[in-house]
């Protein structure tokens, strides 16, 4: 059984003295059985989560990173650092990254490469925009991010890669695709998985739905057969309503 993930993306939200609040308030309601949780602060922010979350069973996340161990990359964080800090997880190729600071789908296949070979799971964001959307296009959007972002892995590593389909026009927009489309497209991707891999390796990765996701709609896209949780954003920067959201996906990984 493959185990539900809800993970929040702050984005470019909370300072470190917000976050050690937000914190304080989570604790208690985010920590779950059967369910991974994950926090993706900004940079800064990532030292106070992750000794605020020391023996919690909350995982904590950065929001990108650069593939290289280290060089004249100004600006930049690379995967031994956030690994040094003891963070385990961190999304790669968000739309954000990809639409405002020119993130290729090489420089998302680079960093997925580098997340695997420091030991940190990759939350690997795809999804289509409106027009793409609009001209029938998504499948064939989908399938190029995913297909460019993984080629290159063997299956032990592919197993462990976290896929978020995260349609653009859904983000922040507060129009959520219907739990239907979503499954279909996070299908879609079990699919491109099985043809790249095998079907047990298809099985075995997480994937999330992200867009608009809130505790009013986090049910019934729970209840999809392939929609293993969600990548929060705006519902995540409240901890009682993220709170809801760890809540519904421990309801039903409890579901017989
Ligand atoms: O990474 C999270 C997504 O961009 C979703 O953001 P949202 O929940 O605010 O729509």
Redesign the pocket.
């Known amino acids: 059984m493959r185990i539900p993930v809800i993970a929040g ?1 702050w ?1 470019m939200h909370k300072t470190i003295s917000e976050s050690l609040d937000y914190l304080e308030a989570f604790r208690t309601v985010g920590e779950k059985n059967g369910v991974e949780t994950v926090l993706c602060g900004p940079f800064l922010t990532l030292p106070a989560l992750v000794e605020g979350t020391e023996n919690s069973s909350i995982g904590i996340g950065a929001q990108n990173m650069h593939w290289e161990e280290q060089g004249a990359f100004t600006g930049e964080v690379s995967p031994s650092m956030l690994r040094d800090l003891g963070v385990p997880y961190v ?1 790669v190729g ?3 990254r990809r639409t405002l600071f020119g993130e290729t789908d090489e420089s998302v296949r680079n960093k997925v490469r580098a997340a695997l070979a420091h030991d940190l799971v990759p939350i690997l ?1 795809v999804g289509e925009t409106i027009e793409e959307r609009e001209d029938g296009r998504t499948q064939e959007i989908v399938r190029k991010q995913t297909v460019e972002a993984v080629q290159e892995l063997s299956s032990k590593e592919m197993a462990r890669v976290i896929v ?1 389909y ?1 349609p653009v026009w ?4 507060g129009r959520s695709a219907t739990a239907e489309d979503a499954q279909d497209v996070v299908a879609f991707i079990r699919r491109i998985l099985a043809d790249q891999f095998d079907q047990q390796v298809a099985n075995q990765v997480r994937i999330l739905y ?4 809130k505790p009013a709609n986090i049910d019934e896209l729970l209840q999809m057969d392939d929609i293993d949780g969600a ?6 920067l409240d901890p009682e309503s993220f709170g809801q959201l760890v809540d519904a996906a421990a309801r039903r990984g409890n579901a017989p």
């Open positions: 993306n984005k999304i968000h739309s954000e964001c978020a995260e859904a983000i922040g927009t992200g867009g608009s996701v990548l929060v954003g705006g519902a995540s």
